[in-house]
DNA sequence: TTACCTGCAAACAGTTTGCAGGCCG
DNA sequence: CGGCCTGCAAACTGTTTGCAGGTAA
């Protein structure tokens, strides 16, 4: 089966571009860690292995993998930008905890027909959408915890 | 029946603030301006009534605008923040044309009701969603028109 | 009179980009 | 070797904040 690693390398030939350590090292800790990581995150994990790593590099290269197909950019409505597996991985939606922060990536089938319904009534053809439920986990009510409200 | 406009009297008397006319006219023209306008436009629209207001005092007023429930902030993925009118009008989603830019506002108690029983089966209580479904209108497909695909 | 407000400009955070040197192919 | 890549720092964008003077109540 086609590895990850293999559509970057096809995507670099592809475009007259060049395997470098530092792209293979920020996608190898990208494939590997998994989340939905920051940029940040994903430099400090980097400059973990190798410091001289900069934060240009990351986020050049975080464009290269979403470019190859290989990565997401999602956003939560806080600010920032977090990269998700693209490759492989079916799509899906995210169910969020404003206690803890903890991140389920979920998918309905009769919520994914519901919506090519209700589009296609209004006139239009869906290439894509984006859903965020946010509430709060079992563990955080029965805990009481709490967090400031993102800006939504 | 309320206006909104007493929501907003309303909310600066409780909370010991200062009714101005910058004030006045930024919640003026937000309030008859319908759409999802971001600061920018907002801050031009206000100039060309009064070039003395600044834009800190743009962002400052729909802060508030936010706090008292007049206004609600959204992010359609673009980094920009969007504001749209809260008050009186009911929980909706979003449904964009991504080739003119369209936005309809939709609704649909179906998936209303399925997103709530998906969260229930994780153990979620919710508090609240946000759905874009992007797409093209009937008019554009026709037209064949196109636009560079938003950061997603 | 006394907070609260305002415009301005500086400060910020996240992200992008220009540049001089480095390295893949 | 030539062109792509890199780290660095400066530039940029959207937004926030400190400050000195202004104003609603």
Redesign the interface.
Known sequence: MKQAIDVFHEYIARNGLKVTPQRMLIVEVFMSAGGHLTTEELYERVKATDPSVGQATVYRTMKLLCDSGLA????F?DGVARYEQKYGSKHHDH?I??ACGEN?E?L?D??ER??E???RR??????????????????C?SDGKRRPPR??
Request: with cysteine; proline share 0%; charged share 30%.
């Open positions: 997401k950019e999602v956003h409505g169910l905890c404003e389920i979920v309905d009769e919520i519901l919506q319904d209700l589009a209004h006139g239009y053809v869906l290439t894509s959408h984006r859903m965020y439920l946010f509430g709060v986990c079992g563990k009510r800006e939504d």
